[in-house]
C-alpha cells in the first residue's frame, strides 16, 4: 500500500505544536563516516548540526560533507560539502548550499528559500538560475531528512513493508521527489557495534548510473534518534558503501548491541 504524506499539511502542524523542540535529533548531533568502494576505503564524510544565525534569527545549520581519501583521492579528488540552514521552529530550510568539486568540475550554488511570501507556494532564488516558485513547505536536501527522522518515521512505527513516503525536494535548482520504500528491519554490523535498522529504497531512476529503482539503500536505526546509519550505491562500476563509525551528540543512546 502506497502512502502520499502532504508536507504542507504536516508543517502547519509542526509550526503551531513544534516550538523548535526536535524529538529525534539535537543540534551538536555529528556523526562520521567511512566510504568504501567495494573491499577498498576511497574516503570519508561528516554530517554535522549546529546552532547558527540567519538574517538576525536562531537556525540550525547542519553540513554534509564527502571526500576521497588515499588511493582514490590520488586517482580522482572529490570533495562535496552540503549545507542547509534550517529554520527551528518549521524545520524548513531558508538557506541551501551546494560546494561541489569532482575531479576537474567544480559548482558551488547558493539558494535562499522564502516560505512566508507567499501562501500558496514556496519562493526559491538561487545563485545559478535565480526566482522559482516551488510547493509550499519544500525541502532542500539535507532539510528533508531531519524531517523524516523527526516527524515521519517516529509517527510511521506500523509502517509495513512496501509502503512508500514521498517528500518533495529542491535539488540542482529543480523539483526533486525522494520518494522512500520501506524494506523491513536489517541488523547492521559497524565499528560501533551491531545496530536494528529500518530499510528503505529511495526510488531511483534508471538509465545512466542505475539499472534498477531499487540500487540505493538507506538504514536508519530502529531506536528513537533514527540515525542514518548506511547507505549504499550500487551502480554500473560497483557499490559504494557509507557506514557510520563514530558519532557524538544524539538525543538517546543508540541502539546497539556489542555481544
Known sequence: MKRFFCITGIVLIISTFAKGQAVSYKV????????????????????????????????????????????????????DIYESFIDSVTE???????????????????????????????????????IHIAPPGIHDIISCFYFFRN??????????????????TWFCDELYPIR???????????????????????????????????????????DKNFLPVKVRFDIFVGAFTCEIVNYEGLVYPLGTNNK
Open 92 to 130: 524548513l530550510p531558508v538557506k541551501s548550499i551546494r560546494n561541489i568539486h569532482e575531479g576537474r568540475y567544480k559548482k558551488y550554488n547558493v539558494v535562499l528559500f522564502d516560505h512566508k511570501t507567499r501562501a500558496d507556494s514556496s519562493i526559491l532564488t538561487s545563485d545559478l538560475t535565480g
Open 151 to 168: 516527524h515521519i518515521l517516529p509517527i510511521d512505527s506500523n509502517l509495513k513493508k512496501g509502503e512508500l513516503t514521498t517528500i518533495t
Open 28 to 79: 551538536g548531533e555529528k556523526v562520521t563516516y567511512t566510504i568504501h568502494y567495494g573491499f577498498i576505503t576511497a574516503g570519508s564524510g561528516t554530517l554535522e548540526l549546529k546552532s547558527d544565525s540567519f538574517n538576525g534569527r536562531e537556525v540550525w545549520h547542519s553540513k554534509l560533507s564527502a571526500r576521497t581519501t588515499g588511493m582514490a583521492e590520488a586517482l580522482f579528488k572529490v570533495l
Open 180 to 222: 522512500l520504500r520501506y524494506i523491513g528491519t536489517d541488523e547492521i554490523k559497524t565499528k560501533v557495534g551491531k545496530i536494528k535498522c529500518y530499510k528503505f529504497n529511495p526510488v531511483t531512476e534508471t538509465g545512466r548510473l542505475f539499472k534498477t529503482e531499487e540500487d540505493v539503500s538507506f538504514w536508519f536505526s530502529a
